[in-house]
C-alpha cells in the first residue's frame, strides 16, 4: 500500500508509460491483503464438510439484508440465476413483457428471455448510461409485468422516476444490482429500492468470491419463501414440490470467503471512490476536460466505481495507442443488446436506441480496482494525454 499515496500538489510531468505492466483488474492485489483469513475461512468449510448452503450461507444471507437496507437475502449460485428467480418468483413467463436497457450485461435481457417473456428496451441517459426514465412511460404496455433497471457501473438508476412509473401502471421493479452492491439513491441502499434485487459475487464486482454466486433481497416475506424454494427445486420442504423450480444454490466455500471479503467491503468502495476522484483530479491537472467525458455521479447517489467509464469520439484509437503502451483498458459495452444475432427475434434494428448506440462505440472503462497505485493511474492519464498531443 506504501504507493497508494494522495495525488500531490506538483504539477504534472512528463513520465514516458508502457514501462508499467499491471493488469486491468489486480485480484491477485486483493488477495495479499486478505489471503491469511480465507484460506482459514476455507480450511473451517472443509473442516465441517457442509458445502451446499447451511449456516455460511445463512450467516451471509444475515449480513447481506442489512447492508442493502432489506429484510432478507437469498443466495443463489449467480447474478444471472438470481434475475430468473426474480422473474419466476413473481410469475413472469411466455407472453409477457419486461422493460430493461439495451446497454447492459447480456444476462440483464437475457434472464428475461429464458423465462419465456419478451425483453422490451428503453434508450438510456447519455450521461449516466442508465435507462431514461423519461421514455419509460411510453414503452409499457398492458403485457408489460416488471420493469429491470440497472444500475451500470456501479451508480444507481433515476429510481424516484422509475418507481413512480412502475406505481402509476401497478408493475413491480427488479433490480439488476449486479455492479452495485453499496451503492446508494436517496439515502436508501440499491437492493432496496424495487420489489427484488439482483446481486453478482463474480470475481469482477466489488464484492466477487472465489468462482460464480449471486444474491437477491427483498423486503416481502411471501417473495422471499418463494425465492427460498425455487432455488431447491420448488421445495419448501424436502422432496415436496410445491413449484418448478431449479438447482441454484450458493455453496459454503464462497459464502465463507465473501463474509472474510465482505468486511472489507466499505474500506474498498472508499479506495474505489478515492481513485475515481484521483483520476477526475488528473484529468483536470492534465488539461484533458474538453478531450474525454468523465464519469456523471449524479448528487442524490453514492456510486461505487465497479467501472470508470469515460467518453470520446475517438474511442478505438485512444484503445489502440493505450494498449501499445501497456495501459489496459476495457470497453463496456461494445454492442448494445438490441443489435446482437441472439435478440433478432425482437425485432430491433440500428437507430433504434441512439444513446446506446452511441455509447457502444465511445465508452472506454480504465482500471479503478482498490489497490490501484497513485503511480499507476499517473501513468493512464499521461499515456491518455500523450495520445491527444500526439493527434493534433
Ligand atoms: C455481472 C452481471 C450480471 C450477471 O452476474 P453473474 O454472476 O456473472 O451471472 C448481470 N447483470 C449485470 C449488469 C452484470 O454486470
Known sequence: METNARVGSAPPQYVPSGQMQFPFLDLKAQHSRIRH???????????????????????????????????????????SDALVLA??????????????????????????ARVGARPVFVDIETETYNIDPDL?????????????????????????????TADDFGIPVIEDAAQAIGARYAGKAVGSLGEIACFSFFPSKNLGCAGD?????????????????????????????DLIGMNSRLDALQAAILRVKLRHLGEWTAERQRNAERYRGLFHEFDLDSKVDLPCARENRTHVY?????QTAVRDELREYLQRRGIPTEIYYPTP???????????????????????ASRTLALPIFAELTDAQQFAVVAAISEFFREQR
Open 37 to 79: 483469513d480465507v484460506l482459514a475461512a476455507v480450511e473451517k468449510v472443509l473442516d465441517d464438510q457442509h458445502f451446499i448452503l447451511g449456516p455460511e450461507v445463512e450467516q451471509l444471507e444475515s449480513e447481506i439484508a442489512p447492508l442493502t437496507g432489506t429484510r432478507f437475502a437469498i443466495g443463489c449460485a449467480s447474478g
Open 87 to 112: 422473474l419466476m418468483a413473481l410469475g413472469i413467463g411466455p407472453g409477457d413483457e419486461v422493460v430493461t436497457t439495451p446497454f447492459t450485461f447480456g444476462a440483464t435481457a437475457g434472464a428475461i
Open 136 to 164: 419509460l412511460p411510453q414503452a409499457v404496455t398492458s403485457r408489460t409485468r416488471a420493469v429491470m433497471p440497472v444500475h451500470l457501473f456501479g451508480q444507481a438508476a433515476e429510481m424516484a422516476a422509475i418507481r413512480k
Open 213 to 241: 454466486g449471486g444474491m437477491l433481497t427483498t423486503n416481502d416475506q411471501a417473495l422471499a419463501d418463494k425465492l427460498r424454494a425455487l432455488r431447491v427445486h420448488g421445495c419448501r420442504k424436502k422432496y415436496q414440490y
Open 306 to 310: 465497479n467501472q470508470f467509464v469515460i
Open 337 to 359: 443488446l438490441h443489435t446482437e444475432s441472439a435478440y433478432r427475434f425482437l425485432g430491433y434494428g440500428a437507430g433504434d436506441f441512439p444513446q446506446a448506440e452511441a455509447a
